[in-house]
């Protein structure tokens, strides 16, 4: 079984809620507007990092707008934005639609794909939860959670 890391939208601040929840990830994925290239190093002390750029992403411009990444025999497709998808997931083969922009932490499936949006990480936004995921793969698929952040200061 492989355990991967699902992060969004940290817009340059790694809370260390988000660091220990991500401890332990055979692979992390950041599904873009990381903020700083320093933060993904530092998530690469964890495990090793797949991201894409997300829209405020501006100084990152080495990073691609999306990825495919093989975990146990599956892909996944990483984008920022869900809605700049401009292909069928399921006729391309993919198990995992990773994403996120919306700082709205979902889990969904359709057509057999899994849709999974870890929400925020990063900077408060509104009333949203500040959340990562995890995505486990094994022989039989994918399952995913959703990880909510328990911060100690309001931020």
Known sequence: MKRVGVISDTHGLLRPEAVQALRGADLILHAGDVGR???????????????????????????????????GGRLLYLIHILEDLDLDPAAAGFAAVIYG???????????????????????????????????????????????????????
């Open 37 to 71: 290239q320093e933060l993904l190093d530092e998530l690469s002390r964890l495990a090793p990092v797949v991201a894409v750029r997300g829209n405020v992403d501006r100084g990152l411009r080495d990073l691609p707008l999306t990825e495919i990444v093989e975990v």
């Open 101 to 155: 922009h919306s700082h709205r932490p979902s889990i969904t499936r359709k057509n057999g794909v899994l849709y999974l949006n870890p929400g925020s990480a990063g900077p408060r936004r509104f009333d949203l939860p500040l959340s990562v995921a995890e995505i486990l793969v094994n022989e039989q698929g994918l399952s995913a959670r959703l990880i909510r952040l328990r911060v100690r200061a309001k931020g």
